[in-house]
């Protein structure tokens, strides 16, 4: 059975840092992109960062741009996602996922369950 697990969420204040983890169990994902998505209350889940299958590639959301950094450890199959600078639009459930593709910002076949990510003003 194929699982991501998140785990690093929690309640934070403004300008504080969290990283985020995601490990997968049941297949290895590094041949494919794994990527975040984020789910604020009352909106739509949308793209936060993705990287590809070696690393080599990153995308990431503008409004995250220079703040956060998405990273993975193939040998451990798990991806991270460092957040800096948080501020409270950043508030949201945060979803680790993986693609059937070598690099995506779109394509995701696989999810998390969520981790909670809270910033205080």
């Known amino acids: 059975q194929v699982q991501l697990v998140e785990s690093g969420g929690g309640l934070v204040q403004a300008g504080d840092s969290l990283r985020l983890s995601c490990t997968a169990s049941g297949r290895t994902f590094s041949d494919v992109a794994m990527g975040w998505l984020r789910r604020a209350p009352g909106k739509e889940r949308g793209f936060v960062a993705s990287?590809?299958?070696?690393?080599?590639?990153?995308y990431y959301v503008d409004s995250v741009k220079g703040r956060f950094t998405i990273s993975r450890d193939n040998a451990k199959n798990t991806v991270y996602l460092q957040m800096n600078n948080l501020k409270p639009e950043d508030t949201a459930d945060y979803y680790c996922?993986?693609?059937?593709?070598?690099?995506?910002?779109?394509?995701?076949?696989?999810w998390g369950q969520g981790t909670q990510v809270t910033v205080s003003s």
């Open positions: 990287i590809s299958w070696s690393g080599e590639n990153t």
């Open positions: 996922a993986a693609s059937p593709y070598r690099m995506t910002t779109t394509a995701w076949n696989y």
